[in-house]
């Protein structure tokens, strides 16, 4: 608190005077008797933030039930935010929090705009033993801050994160897709729509492109709920280059888009040819079902080099870890990317 009204003084030029309008960075807090009073910082101390996070994880091993916890970004004015990062400590039993500088919603760091080294890092002890799931570290900045579940692993007598914990429940499932899918059949069917049949299963269909999607990452999910519980680990591929990846799926959705337009031109409208036939474009004598073949092939080419620099992006990822960490965190860090990123 002395250094928080020595800030303050700073702010205000040494003393108030009357009929002066000053703004004071800061916001409402309660201290350990409930009573209210302002906290001179653009944040909460980290140490709030660490001391909740491990409240729930203890909380989570005692019941034994699913704690939840949303983690909220922090605002500035305009297109800013004040970054954190939260660090599970799993071999100590420590939470640590790190306040970090203000950066644009595009993640760039403004220079000069770190916290005050006594409002930077935060720490607290929980009392039960967990452990960090998700490979990734848990940075908050720009858009809303990401929902952790904690749930203990009676197997194993430790707290599990679970970063995102409705993605691995029933909406990210083929199962999900296909009822969905039944649900859709009379209503279309009511309302006289034709190819009810056609457009139930596309609908499923694109449901499931999404859970497969998925699958390529690092999260995975629970594929056949309630027939399986146990969320199957994602692929892993391309761990350093998530916004390729991300490019080349939508790429691949797009492409196979372009494809069926194209190829179902003729069935749509008769006078209306093909706009890419590459029969004529190459002048070879290729049937309808071959040429289609190769322009999806031709289309999908980005998406294919992608995946495959993505495949030999996770094989070196996986190396780097092996060469550069201690061994026994290396052990139990790959334990834990094994059972998220299907290595």
Same mark, same amino acid.
């Given at each position: 608190?002395?250094?928080?009204?020595?800030?303050?003084?700073?702010?205000?030029?040494?003393?108030?005077?009357?009929?002066?309008?000053?703004?004071?960075?800061?916001?409402?807090?309660?201290?350990?008797?409930?009573?209210?009073?302002?906290?001179?910082?653009?944040?909460?101390?980290?140490?709030?933030?660490?001391?909740?996070?491990?409240?729930?994880?203890?909380?989570?091993?005692?019941?034994?039930?699913?704690?939840?916890?949303?983690?909220?970004?922090?605002?500035?004015?305009?297109?800013?935010?004040?970054?954190?990062?939260?660090?599970?400590?799993?071999?100590?039993?420590?939470?640590?929090?790190?306040?970090?500088?203000?950066?644009?919603?595009?993640?760039?760091?403004?220079?000069?705009?770190?916290?005050?080294?006594?409002?930077?890092?935060?720490?607290?002890?929980?009392?039960?033993?967990?452990?960090?799931?998700?490979?990734?570290?848990?940075?908050?900045?720009?858009?809303?801050?990401?929902?952790?579940?904690?749930?203990?692993?009676?197997?194993?007598?430790?707290?599990?994160?679970?970063?995102?914990?409705?993605?691995?429940?029933?909406?990210?499932?083929?199962?999900?897709? #296909?009822?969905?899918?039944?649900?859709?059949?009379?209503?279309?069917?009511?309302?006289?729509?034709?190819?009810?049949?056609?457009?139930?299963?596309?609908?499923?269909?694109?449901?499931?492109?999404?859970?497969?999607?998925?699958?390529?990452?690092?999260?995975?999910?629970?594929?056949?709920?309630?027939?399986?519980?146990?969320?199957?680990?994602?692929?892993?591929?391309?761990?350093?280059?998530?916004?390729?990846?991300?490019?080349?799926?939508?790429?691949?959705?797009?492409?196979?888009?372009?494809?069926?337009?194209?190829?179902?031109?003729?069935?749509?409208?008769?006078? #209306?040819?093909?706009?890419?036939?590459?029969?004529?474009?190459?002048?070879?004598?290729?049937?309808?079902?071959?040429?289609?073949?190769?322009?999806?092939?031709?289309?999908?080419?980005?998406?294919?080099?992608?995946?495959?620099?993505?495949?030999?992006?996770?094989?070196?990822?996986?190396?780097?870890?092996?060469?550069?960490?201690?061994?026994?965190?290396?052990?139990?860090?790959?334990?834990?990317?094994?059972?998220?990123?299907?290595?």
């Amino acid at each position: 608190r002395y250094e928080d009204l020595r800030r303050l003084e700073r702010v205000v030029g040494g003393e108030l005077s009357v009929g002066v309008r000053v703004r004071v960075p800061g916001y409402m807090d309660f201290d350990a008797e409930g009573k209210p009073y302002w906290n001179v910082s653009d944040a909460p101390h980290p140490n709030y933030v660490a001391k909740l996070i491990a409240k729930a994880i203890d909380s989570a091993y005692e019941t034994g039930k699913r704690v939840t916890v949303k983690i909220l970004n922090i605002r500035m004015s305009g297109d800013l935010y004040r970054r954190f990062l939260v660090h599970y400590d799993s071999p100590n039993k420590r939470i640590l929090v790190l306040m970090g500088p203000l950066v644009s919603t595009g993640g760039l760091p403004i220079d000069g705009t770190g916290v005050p080294p006594y409002r930077m890092i935060g720490e607290a002890k929980t009392k039960h033993p967990f452990k960090k799931v998700y490979p990734r570290p848990t940075v908050i900045d720009a858009f809303s801050g990401p929902e952790i579940g904690f749930i203990k692993n009676p197997e194993e007598g430790v707290v599990e994160e679970e970063f995102i914990p409705w993605h691995r429940g029933f909406t990210h499932s083929f199962t999900a897709g #296909f009822l969905f899918s039944l649900f859709l059949i009379p209503i279309l069917f009511l309302i006289g729509y034709e190819n009810y049949l056609y457009l139930a299963l596309a609908a499923m269909l694109g449901h499931w492109m999404h859970v497969i999607e998925d699958q390529m990452g690092l999260m995975g999910s629970v594929l056949f709920p309630p027939i399986t519980k146990r969320r199957v680990p994602g692929l892993m591929i391309g761990p350093r280059i998530p916004a390729a990846m991300n490019f080349a799926t939508n790429w691949a959705m797009i492409s196979i888009i372009v494809w069926n337009i194209n190829r179902n031109l003729p069935l749509i409208s008769p006078d #209306f040819p093909k706009i890419i036939d590459l029969a004529k474009i190459t002048g070879l004598p290729l049937t309808d079902m071959i040429a289609d073949f190769m322009l999806l092939i031709i289309l999908l080419v980005p998406t294919i080099f992608i995946y495959a620099l993505g495949l030999m992006d996770r094989a070196k990822f996986i190396k780097l870890l092996k060469e550069q960490l201690p061994e026994k965190k290396r052990e139990e860090l790959l334990d834990e990317m094994e059972e998220v990123g299907g290595l």
